[in-house]
Nanobody
Framework: QVRLAESGGGLVQAGDSLTLSCAAS????????TCWFRQAPGENREFVAA????????FYSESAEGRFTISRDNTMNTMYLQMNSLKPEDTAVYYC????????????????????WGQGAQVTVSS
């Protein structure tokens, strides 16, 4: 069973960049397809981006495409989310998650498909 822990959240200004990390323990991260979700206050949890176990395939939400980059370093057992050109509407708690389902990542956009979750990292973007 894998345990996930996010880090790197914080308060930034609109237009800034921020990188979130998701460190895995208890199991090798390369056993899982992984992703980032976010949840803003009063909103439903929203898919952001996913990456396959090898790091060779990625998929993004429309809001993340072109501004965010998901990546992973399996040797470090860590996944990342590089966020550029941040907007106030990107303010949310960001969660990393892992799935042992062997589907293309474009099909892994539903939260119910992920079995393991981190505790979340707050990202606040001021205008």
């Amino acid at each position: 069973q894998v345990r996930l822990a996010e880090s790197g959240g914080g308060l930034v200004q609109a237009g800034d960049s921020l990188t979130l990390s998701c460190a895995a323990s208890g199991s090798r991260l390369n056993s899982y397809n992984t992703c980032w979700f976010r949840q803003a206050p009063g909103e439903n949890r929203e898919f952001v981006a996913a990456i396959n176990w090898l790091g060779s395939s990625t998929f993004y939400s429309e809001s993340a495409e072109g501004r965010f980059t998901i990546s992973r370093d399996n040797t470090m057992n860590t996944m990342y989310l590089q966020m550029n050109s941040l907007k106030p509407e990107d303010t949310a708690v960001y969660y990393c998650a892992a799935s042992d389902l062997q589907h293309p990542v474009s099909m892994l956009t539903g939260g119910a498909l992920y079995k393991y979750w981190g505790q979340g990292a707050q990202v606040t973007v001021s205008s």
